[in-house]
T-cell receptor
C-alpha cells in the first residue's frame, strides 16, 4: 500500500536558522512527488514536483530534493512569512486515470523573528 | 489562467440537516475533479473524484455524496449531517490528458470549514 510519512510533525525555527523537512514514502513505482504549502484556513498551494531520484527544484528559500525513499524540503535562512504547514504527496504507477495523490500529515513550521 | 472557487468558506449546520458545497473551475475544460476532507493534524483524505459529467467514484463509504452536473462544477452533498462530518473540505482539479500532461499536480480551492452542532 502506498504511504507517506512526514517528519517532524512540528518545527520551530528562529529567523535565519536553516533546516530540513523530511518526507519518506513507499509507493509502487513513483510517478511524481509533490510539495505543497498550506496557510491556516486555506487550501494547499503547489510548490514543486519531483519525478526521479537525484532531481532538485528551488524556489526562493526553498529547495526540494528526492531519493528513492525520501524527499527533503530544505529551508535556507527562513523568514516569518515561511511559517505554514508543508505537505508532501506521491503519485504511484497504479494511481489510475484519475491521478490520485497520497498525502502525508504535514509538517507545521513556525519561524520566529 | 485557471482558477478554482469553493463556497461557502465557512458553514455551521445542525445535526440532521442537509448539506450542499459547491466547487467551480474556470479557465479549463474536461478537468479531473476531487473532493477531500482534512482533519486536524492528519493528511488529506480523498472522498470522491470525477473524470467527467455524471461520472463519480467514491473512495470511502460515508454519509456524503457527490455530483457533477456540468463539466466544471462539482458538488458535495448530504441528506442528513452527522457530527462526524465536521471538518475542512477541499476541492481540487487536474488537467485530464495523456502522457506527461496527465502527471500534473492537483490545484486546490480555499476550502469550506464545516462545523456540525
Amino acid at each position: 500500500e502506498d504511504q507517506v510519512t512526514q517528519s517532524p510533525e512540528a518545527l520551530r525555527l528562529q529567523e535565519g536558522e536553516s533546516s530540513s523537512l523530511n518526507c519518506s514514502y513507499t509507493v509502487s513505482g513513483l510517478r511524481g512527488l509533490f510539495w505543497y504549502r498550506q496557510d491556516p484556513g486555506k487550501g494547499p498551494e503547489f510548490l514543486f514536483t519531483l519525478y526521479s531520484a537525484g532531481e532538485e527544484k528551488e524556489k526562493e528559500r526553498l529547495k526540494a530534493t528526492l531519493t528513492k525513499k525520501e524527499s527533503f524540503l530544505h529551508i535556507t535562512a527562513p523568514k516569518p512569512e515561511d511559517s505554514a504547514t508543508y505537505l508532501c504527496a506521491v503519485r504511484g504507477l497504479f494511481s489510475g486515470g484519475y491521478n490520485k495523490l497520497i498525502f502525508g500529515a504535514g509538517t507545521r513550521l513556525a519561524v520566529h523573528p | 489562467s485557471q482558477t478554482i472557487h469553493q463556497w461557502p468558506a465557512t458553514l455551521v449546520q445542525p445535526v440532521g440537516s442537509p448539506l450542499s458545497l459547491e466547487c467551480t473551475v474556470e479557465g479549463t475544460s474536461n478537468p479531473n475533479l476531487y473532493w477531500y476532507r482534512q482533519a486536524a493534524g492528519r493528511g488529506l483524505q480523498l472522498l470522491f473524484y470525477s473524470v467527467g459529467i455524471g461520472q463519480i467514484s467514491s473512495e470511502v463509504p460515508q454519509n456524503l455524496s457527490a455530483s457533477r452536473p456540468q463539466d466544471r462544477q462539482f458538488i458535495l452533498s448530504s441528506k442528513k449531517l452527522l457530527l462526524s462530518d465536521s471538518g475542512f473540505y477541499l476541492c481540487a482539479w487536474t488537467p485530464r490528458g495523456r502522457g506527461s500532461s496527465s502527471n500534473q499536480p492537483q490545484h486546490f480551492g480555499d476550502g469550506t470549514r464545516l462545523s456540525i452542532l
